[in-house]
């Protein structure tokens, strides 16, 4: 019976810790006869952990157990609410923090092989001389193969000062390269991307909310300056994350007072106005934030401020529709919870949540269908309508084509990726001009009838575009920067140009959405 008491333990620390309100973060009086009905169903559940200790085919690991048993329980809450073991809340941790410590890459698995997409400047990968396309062939002299990607993040990551070897194949040369390199504090940035794509039009790419977010896009606007024209804020893919990150990225476009947000909750403590503490003083610019069905939570909550306060514009698609606030607690032994403790509603009052109640956990996150029709009609600063009850709805809707069979052989077979690295080995060279002209389409041909790429002539002519492209993008990715790489990208992306063609647009909602308030206010005040 020592292992069924070893189970009992654990389940009862869990349960001792959600009535002292470690779920919650507030003391909740439980009444005699709840504790009473508590206690009966805990003793069934430990029966049933002990007649599986004792009768079940197999072993039965007693922490895993308990564990997937309270994930499922969460589930049966809602899709958001989630447990953490010690590792997974470490890990959580970190990616809040905004930092870990490590090697400074970007890695991925290409041909089955963990491969070296970018080092990070400035880190011990990149003072090393790792390159991107490097696959990662040894970590401590023992073979890579098999190993998923979170394995070999594992592996790679360590404390600070620690030295990890690993054994690289890099492309045209034979032999195995050696490198020992000692991990440090890498930066984990939010926002990786800041940089001009017009003359006096910035770009604002923001990946996730972490801690350092909000000094992030402080220094992101200063390094545009003041003399912007136009901002396209991108908040594609982008699945939220730390509250207070996405409240101060908000404030530095609303007016001082705008509400961001409003969160209701069953208890007091998760009732909240959140208004703009600081707003922006600064020079006014329009702007277009980029969403898509990938955009969730702190992402919506920028983007549904945006648009309520007439600030700018929304392009895109309809965001994921998480209108749910979870609330990060420690458990005892490392682990943690993330529990929905409140809705969160826009400016103007729209609950963004999507509808989960008769849905199963696989449809409501990967299998959406259709988009949930709205709920509620609520109305912007200025009286334009719009809808809750199902994400944020773009003023401009622009769909992006989804990849052919053709284009998607060529990405997830690495094949234009291989290519590059192929060709870079060739052409050392530099060009920072480079342009995907016939010869080396031509060359690409060639390389994909060589590995027995089976493809038709009229597949390739109809996706030039796309090929030249992804081509251009590879060969800028390994030679230059990431930035560099990712401008190649939104050259040619349709959201982005239709973000450029209605900043006009952006710019007459605001100065409209002024007038109206200010009529309301009326003279004087």
Known sequence: MKRYHSLTY????IVLASLAGGFWGNRVQATSKSSEDLNELLKTYSEVLSLAEENYADDVDP???VYDSIRGMLKTLDPHSNFFDP??????????????????????IRNSKPTVISPIPGTPAYRLGIRSGDI???????STDGLSIQDVVDKLRGPKGTTVNISVQREGIPELLEFSIVRDEIPHYSIPFTFFLRPKIGYIRVDTFTETTEKEITDSLKKLGSDLEGLILDLRSNPGGYLQAAIAVADKFLKNGQDVLITKGRISSANHRYPASKGTEGPYYPM?????????SASEIVAGAIQDHDRGLIVGETSFGKGLVQTVFPLSQGAGVSLTTAKWYTPSGRLIQRDYAHKSYYDYYWNKGKE???TEIKYTDSGREVFGGGGIAPDAKVEVPKLNKFQTLLLSKSHIFTFVRNY?????????????????????????NSNDVAYQETEFSENLDFIRRQIKY????????????????????PQVAKALEVLPQAKALYQNAKKVMASKRGPGK
């Open 288 to 296: 277009v934030v980029l969403i898509n069905s990938g955009s969730a």
């Open 10 to 13: 654990i389940l009862t620390v």
């Open 63 to 65: 922490q895993k157990t």
């Open 136 to 142: 990662i062939s040894k970590i401590e002299s023992k």
């Open 372 to 374: 949930t029709a709205p």
């Open 474 to 493: 590879e060969y800028f990715l390994a030679r230059f920067t990431q930035e560099e790489a990712q401008k190649v990208l939104l050259d040619g992306d």
């Open 87 to 108: 590792k997974s809340f470490s890990q959580f941790r970190e990616d809040q923090r905004g930092n870990f410590y490590g090697l400074g890459i970007t890695i991925a």
């Open 424 to 448: 870079n080995v060739s052409h050392p060279a530099l060009e920072r001009g480079f342009e995907v002209n016939d010869t080396i389409l031509n060359e690409f041909r060639h390389f994909l």
